[in-house]
């Protein structure tokens, strides 16, 4: 880059403070190479017609932390096809038009000036909160730092973006809300979505005891992954077929009326954590002024209930950026110990098709009741837009 080579750049500083300058120009260069790119942009709430794939998305200057990554693959959520329909409209209409995607793998374009952890040409992959705006269904993804890992050598692109949202799911729930450790019991109830199946793996390699609940297609692979029990919901009485008490309970399907069900399996003390909590859709029927507090308040109602009734711990439980899990992800991934197994991919030209799929549950979708473990993915092909 010609400044970079201009002789009078950082004459009369030291070595160290010049090297420092260098790495802020080759920073600033480097972002400004990328001002558009392709993006899948959801205008309006509806079914997998109403996606678009527009070719000359803004994609906006990077705050210090910001990361650009250019996508490899993303995975296809069911969150993804939910918000399509309008889950959490409350929230997001006003937001309009949004790029969805949660996941991504790729390689860093370009990095904030107060990133130090990872540097351009890096392989990384990653998540986005539930709650962003600009997911990553786009040739560039903009994550945080703390959203972002480097990417095992060992796993490709597609396998990689199917790992982190689902992962880090489940890492909430079990490490950071019932902080599971060596010995312990967890039941998993419905260990063949992908958050289902993320919490067995975590749980096996924590040196926890896991019984999980799921349909017949994948009692195998939940085994195989290291459960020591896997009931076929679809075959057998759960209610007497699981055995004994569990320290901690992970809900992925959050049927309500099943709920005194699954808490009546925890010891005292223990911690019961459903992924389907009841905010985002009380703030869609009522709206945020009204439906959140309503929300907040039902929790805690439950909250205290089974405290007292059960002397358990309740929680809804929701992904976040989580730094230390994200790395506990990638070693459990390098390790061959962690995996999310794809069956289909689509190119983004595509992306209508993958969403119906979802839909029609052509392709398996991850954490409902009885789903195989795997899902649709969106490979990147051809040059992005915007690449100079």
């Not at 889950?87 to 790729?106: M, T």
């Not at 209610?239 to 399996?265: H, M, Q, Y």
Request: hydrophobic fraction near 40%; aromatic fraction near 6%; charge should be positive.
């Amino acid at each position: 880059m010609r400044f970079l080579r201009n002789r009078s750049v950082g004459d009369g500083l030291s070595e160290a403070n010049r090297s420092w300058l260098r790495r802020q120009l080759l920073k600033i260069g480097r972002r400004s190479v990328v001002t558009s790119c392709r993006a899948v942009v959801l205008p309006r709430f509806g079914g997998p017609e109403v996606l678009e794939l527009r070719p000359d998305v803004d994609v906006p200057d990077l705050k210090q932390n910001e990361i650009l990554v250019r996508a490899h693959a993303v995975s296809i959520n069911p969150l993804d096809t939910r918000m399509r329909s309008g889950y959490g409209r409350s929230i997001f209409e006003p937001l309009l038009p949004l790029i969805l995607g949660r996941d991504v793998s790729g390689e860093v374009a370009a990095v904030g000036a107060s990133v130090r952890t990872l540097n351009v040409g890096q392989e990384v992959f990653g998540a986005l909160h539930p709650t962003a705006v600009r997911g990553t269904y786009a040739d560039y993804a903009i994550l945080s730092e703390e959203e972002l890992t480097p990417k095992p050598v060992s796993v490709t692109h597609v396998e990689a973006s199917a790992i982190p949202f689902a992962a880090l799911t489940a890492w909430r729930a079990l490490k950071s809300t019932a902080r599971i450790t060596e010995g312990e019991r967890v039941l998993v109830v419905g260990g063949g979505g992908a958050v289902g199946f993320s919490a067995i793996q975590l749980s096996v390699a924590a040196g926890c005891s896991v019984t999980t609940t799921c349909g017949s297609q994948s009692v195998d692979r939940a085994l195989a992954a290291g459960a020591e029990q896997a009931v076929d919901y679809t075959t057998e009485d759960v209610e007497s077929a699981i055995k004994g008490k569990f320290d901690a309970v992970l809900d992925t399907i959050g049927i309500p009326e099943n709920e005194r069900i699954w808490i009546n399996f925890l010891k005292r003390g223990g911690h019961y954590m459903t992924l389907q909590g009841e905010a985002a859709s009380l703030t869609d029927s009522y709206g945020l002024a009204f439906g959140l507090p309503l929300a907040t308040a039902i929790l805690l109602k439950k909250q205290i209930q089974y405290r007292y009734s059960h002397g358990i711990e309740y929680s809804w439980t929701y992904m976040r950026a989580d730094s230390e899990g994200l790395d506990a992800i990638r070693r459990l991934s390098e390790a061959g110990k962690l995996k999310i197994p794809v069956e289909k991919t689509f190119p983004i030209t595509q992306v209508r098709e993958a969403h119906k799929a979802k839909d029609k549950k052509h392709i398996p979708v991850k954490g409902l009741n009885g789903a195989r473990t795997g899902q649709a993915q969106t490979r990147w092909e051809g040059p992005p837009a915007g690449w100079l």
